[in-house]
């Protein structure tokens, strides 16, 4: 099983890349996100969290492995969840994927059907089988995924930002206000260097508006 993959990028195509990993060179399936990020990448070296399964039918005999990358673990672990959904599968989560994982989260977490449902391949139906199924398991991907913009939260901060939600579950917060409160904090543009730092700063902020 490969699940990360570091290498070269040789080319972007529309919906795969080209990675050298002497002395063999891999072809990865990308969502369209990713793509639009690696774009300005040739030449550097990458890294991508993959998924290796098999693509065809058994019975006709005939089975093709296919590795897909993501540039974030976190955005492996929702496709995986996104796939786990009657109706959707690799192929129709890996085509749907044009929006950035924290967009799509949101969504899901809003219980936008109509916004959902514009997503390439998932139609009403499928969005509400989605809905249904992922919406309690969303705050998290709404909150953590997308922050590595410029000002944003770095990979670094990602498990501090992810600990602290679920101490602030732990204390009794609602998922809901749990990512208000963190929302409201990493406005800041700080760097948090453990849990008790973030969860100080969260409180101090909350009695500040008392």
Not at 3 to 31: A, H, M, N, R, W
Not at 125 to 146: D, H, N, Q
Not at 150 to 167: F, L, M, N
Request: proline share 4%; glycine share 8%; net charge neutral.
């Amino acid at each position: 099983m490969i699940t990360k993959l570091t290498g070269k990028l040789l080319s972007v195509e529309d919906d795969s890349v080209t990675v050298s990993v002497e002395p063999f060179e891999y072809e990865v399936l990308i969502p369209d996100f990713n793509r639009r990020q690696l774009q300005s990448q040739l030449g550097t070296t990458v890294s991508f969290h993959t998924i290796h399964y098999m693509e065809g039918n058994p019975a006709h005999g005939r089975m093709t492995p296919r590795l897909i990358g993501f540039l974030r673990k976190v955005e492996r672990e929702f496709f995986e969840m996104f796939c786990s959904v009657d109706g959707v599968g690799v192929k129709k989560a890996l085509r749907a994927m044009v929006k950035p994982v924290q967009d799509v989260a949101v969504l899901i977490e809003e219980q936008d059907s109509k916004g959902l449902s514009t997503l390439p391949g998932i139609g009403a139906a499928t969005s509400e089988r989605i809905i249904a199924k992922l919406r309690r398991k969303m705050p998290k991907f709404a909150l953590l995924v997308g922050r590595d913009e410029p000002g944003g939260v770095v990979d670094d901060q990602r498990d501090v930002v992810e600990d602290t939600y679920r101490a602030l579950c732990a204390l009794g917060h609602s998922e809901a206000d749990a990512k208000k409160l963190l929302d409201a904090a990493l406005e800041s543009k700080k760097r948090f260097k453990d849990v008790n730092a973030l969860l100080t700063a969260i409180y101090e902020q909350s009695h500040g508006r008392d």
